[in-house]
């Protein structure tokens, strides 16, 4: 199946969890993984005569977001959603309808294509519904259900892109960003996979230039992968129905992520007629300009700036996967520091995923040594390969000095300028060789690197070996 | 009668009265009359006579258990009251105890008063006659064939009927003040804000307000700065303390601008409106000027109201699923069991505001409907703001009619719906409305006449309702 001559457009509908102490609109704990129906009271379960007081640090955390998001911070209200479900108490969720807290953002995907934000705006969780007996877990032809309302009213916050996506890669991309943001500001953990980052995508096709199609909106993408191969679906899935000549149905679908299908949940005419209404139990919510400026001005590095800043001093591309994982990991800063003690930062970079091995969260080596081996490195004085093993050695023992386990360990090795001499009576010695090799033939450094590794009696490093043949090649 | 209930806790507080003797006055009282008045869903003697008990108690050992110790009170029964049932006069309610009192109900118990039942009511507060009642009609006591009013009114009358000193009832469209009216005693809707609705029954919540019944203005003044003030629990709470109503009660109405709403919709009887003449005499006299003032959005008020009311009661009515409380009517699927529970558990007047509500509110009926309500009620704001440049208060009647003989209405909606046409449009509007005795009319029936005052002029609003008081009684 393919996609050639055709366009994908995409917006997605992230819904994440905040963190917050308790819920939206009363003071039960907002917590995950407790025993069912304890973190509960009169306004969780909808009791009659109870009612909702807004949680401020909830507003403040969708601020952020909003803020991270570059979106205008708005005077805001709230609206009921009127629907009948058993998970949902009050059989209305309180949510911002036309007036949403956050709107007209974007976020920059790390090649700087700029998603726009349609908005960010909160709302309340349902409870949560398991089905037993009958097929699939799905209430229709269930024994009976059970019903957790631990989850009924905790934040939500809802970000909705505009459909200025066009791939699934860009997608993953957008998901991954958007994910790296709300940890970096604190809003939520969001994690897919216990439900607290939830993501809906909204796909059509259309040839290039056309109108836009009529999008499905797919539902149940619970990581990142299923988020790209569920689009990747969905498009095949539109694009083999067009070209057909069928015409593609407004609806909801479900992505199966066991058998790689999206199928129908409901269409357009099933729709509910949610009847939204201002919510007369809250009132407007309209942040003064005191509080959006003292948050803007908390606002801690967002990934792009952190990749920015590593780019920077790595020398490599803000987009390079070693740029976004060390970034995505959140150890940058431990690489900055590492430069800051003097060190290397672009073979920090290599080395820091060993360096938190470890520990995961901490470094398990102190910047300063890093830095200390690094330098070694650049001097010369350590292959990458004899490099390598001294790191592990610091990794063993929460850090030491590089010379001296260097020392031990018998590790000498060719300076630069002799490895560099070396390489060039190889270039001389084997002339058809690097005549291919410069024709472009990449294969033929094989030949070269083999040559040299025979001179030196196995004492030159071959990455090192390699580095100077392209550099030769590059300056030839 | 045991006298007014300032009275009574001046006397409970000052050891001068027993409040388990004052409770056994009241008790004797619900004995002997309250099997033909059916004011109450339920008398709680014991749990009555064990807190008038404790009051004595604290008295003897030097405390004050506050401002109304050992007052009697009745609560209407859409309040909720921790482990007691709360039914709304309902059927879907059956069961249903809450876990947790109202806020109007801690602060009654604070203040030292004695909760001694729960009040009929139409059912979920829809209706202007307490015949719309799951457990039947409550009757007006001065004439038992005849309603008390509505929706508040097993509130109103058993404090007309003497079976406590004051009660509670709430106020969404004139809840508390027709059947003040009707059964001849003071009912307060106080400013939207002024009360907290936390613990209330939620009917149309942009208009519901909870207020006192008494005998005396003076014990509604009592009994509203008691449960009025700030309560966080409730966003829509105002922010501020309640205001202090203890001095305006004296100050006369000398120099105060009594407004005559000139276009005031028609419809009073005669023997109404006669009153109403009468208690804007009586102001003058008192040296208050008579002004006349236009409201021209008045009119559209009871249209409005039955466009928002009944949305927001659709909404707030929803949760009653069979799901987590009270009925529930078993079926083999969920939406069936949805049907079932409330085909059961709700009246007629219910589901005829539940449907009307669902259809303003619905796509492609809203703007014609509900959104076009919501402009009408600005409309009447703005008419009010332009009024109260010219008078402090305005005066109305409470009710075009006098209590009216049981099942007269009951057939007729549309009839129903016009007992509320004076006292809607303050509710649309927010602000605070008392209704006054002010001697009968036909039958020898009591008339009511209303103080309407702006946003928060309670002590406004108390001062002329005080004078017409004295009018009456002296």
Redesign the interface.
Known sequence: MSTDGWELVIGLEVHVELDTRTKLFSASPNRFGDEPNTNID?VT??????????NRHAVELAMRIGLALNCDIRPSSFH?K?Y?Y?DM????QISQYDEPLNVDGWLALPDGTRIGIERAHLEEDTGKSTHVGGSGGR?HGSDY?L?DFNRAGVPLVEIVSRPDLRTSEQSRQYVTELRGILLAVGASDAKMEQGSMRVDANVSVRRPGDPLGTRCEIKNLNSVRSVGRAIEYEAARQITMVEAGDTVRQETRHWDEGDGTTHTLRTKEDAD?Y???LE????LLAPEDEWIDRLRSELPALPAERRAALSEVTGKATDSEAVIVVTERGQDSYVLAVGEAGGDPARALIHVKEAFAAFGDEPAVPAQDLAALTRMESAGALTPTQAKAVLAEMVAHSGGDPEKIAADKGFEAMDTLALETLVDHVIKDNQASWETYCAGQDKAIGALIGAAMKASRGQADGKAVTAVLRTRRSTA | MSGPASDIAMGVRDGSRSAVTVLEDYLARIDAREPRIHAFNVVLADEARHRAADIDALVANGADPGPLAGVPVALKDNMCTRGVPTTCSSKILEGWRPPYDATVVHRLSEAGAVVVGKTNLDEFAMGSSTENSAFGPTRNPHDPTRVPGGSSGGSAAAVAAGFVAVSLGSDTGGSIRQPAALCGVVGVKPSYGAVSRYGLVAFASSLDQIGPFANTVADAALVLQVIAGHDPADSTSIPQPAADLSDVLTEGVAGVRVGRIVDLPSGADPDVDERLEAALETLQTAGAKIVDVEVPAFTYGLTAYYLIAPAEASSNLARYDGVRYGLRVDATETNAMYAATRAEGFGDEVKRRIMLGTYALSAGYYDAYYGKALKVRRLIADDFERAYQHADVLLTPTSPTVAFPIGERTDNPFAMYLCDTYTIPTNLAGHPAVSVPFGTGAGRLPVGVQVLAPMLAEPMMFRVAAELERAVTS
């Open positions: 009169p379960l909808g009791l009659p005569g109870a009612l909702p007081v807004l009921r009127n009948f058993p108490p009050k059989a209305y209430l259900s019903i007629d009847r939204y209404f007369p139990d809250l009132v």
